[in-house]
């Protein structure tokens, strides 16, 4: 889990400015589903340090959803597009 949490940290860049997440017009809201990523990336975080272990069904959803956040960044043009 710690690993993932790293690449996810490392590939999506979430400390961009509002005014360059948020273009106007958009598939979905960067700034929202960044904010819903990083809680739960945080949580992981805080949960992993209190010797907490994910299942693998942890891992599969955290993964999911930050391919999902990813698309629809990549759709954006906010981050490379996986292809």
């Avoid at 400015?17 to 960044?34: F, N, R, S």
């Avoid at 990336?41 to 956040?69: H, M, Y």
Wanted: some cysteine.
């Amino acid at each position: 889990m710690h690993q993932l949490i790293a690449q996810v940290r490392d590939a999506i860049p979430f400390g961009l400015p509002a005014a360059q997440a948020c273009t106007g017009e958009c598939d979905g809201c960067t700034v929202k589903l960044l904010e819903y990523l990083d809680g739960e990336l945080a949580g992981w975080e805080a949960r992993l340090a209190v010797g907490e272990r994910p299942s693998l069904e942890d891992l599969q959803r955290l993964e999911q959803t930050s391919r999902k956040v990813y698309r629809v960044m990549a759709a954006n043009g906010l981050v490379p597009d996986e292809g």
